[in-house]
T-cell receptor
Framework: GAVVSQHPSRVICKSGTSVKIECRSL??????MFWYRQFPKKSLMLMAT?????????EQGVEKDKFLINHASLTLSTLTVTSAHPEDSSFYIC????????????FGSGTRLTVV | RKEVEQDPGPFNVPEGATVAFNCTYS??????FFWYRQDCRKEPKLLMS???SGNEDGRFTAQLNRASQYISLLIRDSKLSDSATYLC????????????FGGGTRLMVKP
């Protein structure tokens, strides 16, 4: 089945530093990937849609300069949290659909970010 | 009004019980529907798709009522391992093919 690999699974960083999270589709090509964040006991909230070869589409209220998304290939999308602050601490999850527009989506295993 | 609404629970049930979750969605243009399961601190995993004709997978039965914009999930003979949060998810292809998640319903199955 379709596999999406995400890493790191857990990261602790200091305030003001940047953190990069990678999301890879291992056995299929994903022209579109999605990035979500989830706070404790809350549902997933879509942050942005990552489009291969073009700019990401951000949801309202999500700062594109703070959450940099790069989708340079059909199998890799990255999310960089720049100048992280403690309020950025959250569970970040990527997903991709395979095959496109069909069935559900496959999720990465998530990245738990803690900013201290 | 939220686009996808669920009762957050928790639903506390004994092993062997039958439990049902409901979900309503607001956008009539929604085209695909799913139930996902999410364990604590893990990513969501697809439990089953939901079809207009209703579908069953072992102890799990999902139903869709497009007229009422309502989705349900029935779990029979609950197991301890069914304890998780169940997410109702809707896909609108004309909205960039993205998923919209309900807030989730937490299920706790007790011995």
């Amino acid at each position: 089945g379709a596999v999406v690999s995400q890493h790191p699974s857990r990261v602790i960083c200091k305030s003001g530093t940047s953190v990069k999270i990678e999301c890879r589709s291992l056995d299929f090509q994903a022209t579109t990937m999605f990035w979500y964040r989830q706070f404790p006991k809350k549902s997933l909230m879509l942050m942005a849609t990552s489009n291969e070869g073009s700019k990401a589409t951000y949801e309202q209220g999500v700062e594109k300069d703070k959450f940099l998304i790069n989708h340079a290939s059909l199998t890799l999308s990255t999310l960089t949290v720049t100048s992280a602050h403690p309020e950025d601490s959250s569970f970040y999850i990527c997903s991709a659909s395979h095959p496109p527009k069909s069935y559900g989506y496959t999720f990465g295993s998530g990245t738990r970010l803690t900013v201290v | 009004r939220k686009e996808v609404e669920q009762d957050p629970g928790p639903f506390n049930v004994p092993e062997g019980a039958t439990v049902a979750f409901n979900c309503t969605y607001s956008n009539s243009a929604s085209q695909s529907f799913f139930w996902y399961r999410q364990d604590c601190r893990k990513e969501p995993k697809l439990l089953m798709s939901v079809y207009s004709s209703g579908n069953e997978d072992g102890r799990f039965t999902a139903q869709l009522n497009r007229a009422s914009q309502y989705i349900s999930l029935l779990i029979r003979d609950s197991k301890l391992s069914d304890s998780a949060t169940y997410l109702c998810v809707v896909n609108m292809y004309n909205a960039g093919n993205m998923l919209t998640f309900g807030g989730g319903t937490r299920l706790m199955v007790k011995p």
